[in-house]
């Protein structure tokens, strides 16, 4: 009846019987007991005594329900008799690691990056379309917008003490992407505010729409990982959510008070979708993806915008002042920056996810063996 609660460390016993003792004055003259006498020849009280307390202090008939409640007055009284102190330290990692707030701050990241997924798509649809210069100009300044709330709230989930995603290993591995991420979009300001006197390519980009739709393709494909980010958001909201879920399945299967309730938590089960065997795979494929063929994509157009920019700053002047105007330009500061980035990041991430799928694949065939 006691639910599996493991024994006292001080010499009684949690019986039925002993909890179901009728308690107060009369039993006290009953037994014979009082606090003075333990104080005094140093004998261990019984059990009655020690739940002898203002919460139970009645002589109702000990229903089922009255015993679970002088059971909790034991927990609260005794706590070290019922639990271990690594037991309780784990409960106290756990809490504090699976939040409500944490589990929103996550559930958020999730949304953010999936805005900046989508405004991603839209940069490559309006990429390959027939929109004016300036359509596709807004267009990649709200992705840009996008990605900086997206990733500014990583940093603010980071300092709260949650890693949004659930394959990070920790706070240097977001740290390490965002922030060159961060200083793309500072180079990306002028181009973003049409500052001519900063930026020369401001007057290129809205002369030509075929270039403005160039530089929406480079951005395009160098955002639309988000949508990984956004399922790595997911999962760890998830994994939360079911953290929380086990400790009030816990807190109810110690208190037995509320049945019906625990054993619809129980029946219910953790949920389960975007940790789900199927979406962890295709996530990894997708990452694998991110990795390999957007990265080719990106550089692709980001030497079609090169050639566009060599021509105009070439058409100007001489040599040396096509070099100075073409090196002037932040657009190809940025440009180039990104390629150096995908060189000497990218193939180390793929070869670790390309490895994760491995490990993924045979835990599965494992378990079902």
């Not at 929109?131 to 980071?158: G, H, K, N, P, Q």
């Not at 639309?224 to 807190?251: D, G, K, P, Y």
């Not at 037995?256 to 979708?273: F, M, P």
Request: hydrophobic share 45%; glycine share 6%.
């Amino acid at each position: 009846p006691l639910g599996g609660v493991p024994a006292p460390e001080h010499g009684f016993s949690l019986r039925h019987s002993d909890m179901c003792k009728p308690t107060g004055p009369a039993a006290l003259k009953a037994n014979g007991t009082n606090g003075a006498r333990h104080a005094t020849n140093g004998t261990a009280p019984d059990q009655a005594d020690l739940l002898r307390t203002p919460f139970n202090n009645d002589r109702r008939p000990c229903t089922e329900e009255a015993f679970c409640r002088r059971l909790a007055c034991a927990l609260i009284i005794i706590p070290g008799a019922t639990t271990t102190r690594s037991q309780r330290q784990q409960q106290q990692r756990t809490s504090a690691r699976a939040t409500v707030p944490k589990t929103l701050l996550c559930v958020v990241a999730a949304a953010f990056h999936l805005h900046v997924f989508g405004n991603a798509l839209r940069c490559l649809y309006t990429g390959s379309s027939s929109a004016s210069s300036f359509a596709t100009l807004a267009t990649i300044t709200r992705l840009e917008r996008a990605v900086f709330l997206a990733y500014a709230w990583d940093l603010l989930c980071l300092a709260a003490g949650v890693v949004p995603f659930s394959r990070a290993r920790g706070a240097r591995d977001i740290l390490s992407h965002h922030v060159p991420v961060f200083v793309f979009l500072a180079i990306g300001t002028p181009l973003a505010f049409r500052l001519r006197t900063i930026e020369p390519a401001v007057d290129l980009a809205e002369g030509s729409a075929a270039t403005a739709r160039v530089l929406a393709r480079i951005n395009g494909w160098g955002f639309v990982s988000s949508l990984n980010e956004a399922i790595m958001s997911a999962q760890q909201a998830e994994t939360l959510w079911n953290a929380l879920r086990s400790s009030a399945r816990r807190r109810l299967a110690s208190l037995e008070t509320k049945k019906n309730g625990r054993a619809a938590l129980e029946e219910s089960g953790d949920v389960c979708v975007f940790n789900a065997a199927p979406v962890q795979l295709a996530e990894l494929a997708f990452k694998l993806t991110v990795f390999t063929a957007f990265p080719v994509l990106s550089t692709r157009a980001c030497l079609e915008y090169d050639v566009v920019a060599w021509r105009w700053a070439r058409s100007s002047g001489g040599l040396l002042g096509a070099v100075l105007r073409f090196l002037g330009s932040l657009v190809i500061v940025r440009t180039f920056a990104w390629r150096a980035f995908i060189l000497t990041q990218y193939p180390s991430m793929a070869q670790r996810t390309f490895a994760k799928i491995g490990r993924f694949v045979a835990k599965q065939k494992k378990r079902a063996d």
